[in-house]
């Protein structure tokens, strides 16, 4: 997959079949979803986001996934009510539009339970206001070249309010350091 990563400039990063289907395997294996879980997905598949949350975790699971040629909020609200989508996952504007579009438009999406949010912090306004909708709208953080390392679980959005962005996936390592790459104590922000 293609990725600017932190310097700009467009570079592929080579991932193994392997690298992909252990990556996909612990994200969903924390998530509550089985294989009537039906994806809406409006990243495109050729972003990490789309392809490996997009296809690989419905696949894994046996589960359904629902696409969105071009991103509309009010779309999108259609799209997820005639599906039945009960879980999707974006980068955090994905979301905002979304929930703005609900309340401009007094609309829900009674089957939507689930939203993972990457690419940009949580604040705990919007974590909150996915709530007032049956939402639980978590944080997931993770990079093209090795797919998700921590997501927050489902059961303690709401706890942790957007104050911190996840736990590491089962099978991962993380370390969290200053911006001299010293380690930091636990509970300290870092990277």
């Known amino acids: 997959l293609s990725t600017s990563g932190t310097t700009g400039k467009p570079k592929q990063a080579m991932l193994t079949h392997n690298n992909i289907l252990f990556s996909e395997r612990a994200f969903v294996k924390g998530l509550p979803l089985d294989e009537s879980s039906v994806m809406f997905m409006p990243s495109p598949l050729n972003h990490a986001t789309g392809f490996f949350h997009g296809l690989i975790s419905p696949f894994l699971l046996g589960g359904t996934t629902v696409l969105q040629q071009d991103f509309s909020a009010r779309a999108a609200i259609e799209i997820m009510n005639d599906e039945r989508a009960t879980w999707s996952m ?57 797919c998700p390392h921590a997501y927050v679980p489902p059961e303690r959005c709401q706890e942790w309010n957007g104050r911190w962005s996840g736990i590491a996936l089962e099978g991962v390592e993380m370390r969290i350091v200053d911006k001299s790459r010293r380690e930091v104590a636990r509970g300290v922000c870092g990277e």
């Open 90 to 146: 974006g980068a955090t504007p994905f979301v905002y539009d979304i929930l703005n579009a609900l309340e401009a438009d007094e609309a829900s999406v009674p089957t939507l339970k689930l939203f993972l949010s990457g690419g940009a912090p949580l604040p705990s306004s919007l974590v909150e206001r996915a709530r007032t909708h049956g939402i639980a709208l978590c944080e997931c953080y993770g990079s093209t070249e090795s």
